[in-house]
């Protein structure tokens, strides 16, 4: 398939997870991209992609469990207006459902694991380690945690 006609999303959480993704800011030029990061008051500089919003979710509110049922539903209406072929994520708790649902969808599954994570490997690397297509890590040292993994270096 070609490059252009491949539509690829990338999902990241805001803050540090998200600029890690916008490094790879000439790869997401080669195909139709788009951006799926949380609501938040962060803002990155994403100029000319279209980007959706899911909600922001931390493990310890009481709320989680709803918020991850609404970013569920958020992300399958992404998926029915977008069509990507496949999803490229850095994480973290807020991208599961999309990742799990565009496994479930038979979309391609790339999860690269966190820069900042250099010896113990992230809650959401351990879950999306056994559905990713590709698994990369960017340190050595979680090869232990990940055999499967593909280590070439960090994106820094």
């Keep these: 398939m070609d490059g252009m006609k491949r539509k690829v999303c990338f999902a990241a959480s805001s803050g540090g997870h998200l600029d890690e993704l916008l490094i790879l800011r000439p790869l997401m030029e080669r195909y139709d991209s788009f951006l799926v990061t949380e ?28 918020k991850l049922v609404v970013n569920a539903f958020r992300s399958l209406k992404i998926f029915l207006d977008e069509k990507p072929d496949m999803v490229v994520c850095t994480g973290v708790l807020a991208t599961i459902p999309l990742c799990l649902l565009g496994k479930a969808l038979g979309k391609k599954l790339i999860f690269i694991e966190s820069f900042a994570k250099v010896n113990t490997p992230t809650l959401t690397g351990r879950l999306l380690y056994h559905f990713a297509d590709r698994f990369y890590i960017q340190w050595p040292e979680l090869q232990e945690s990940y055999p499967k993994a593909v280590y070439q270096g960090y994106i820094y």
């Design 39 to 66: 609501k938040t008051a962060y803002r990155a500089a994403v100029g000319g992609l279209r980007c959706y919003y899911l909600l922001q979710v931390n493990r310890r509110e009481r709320t989680c469990l709803l």
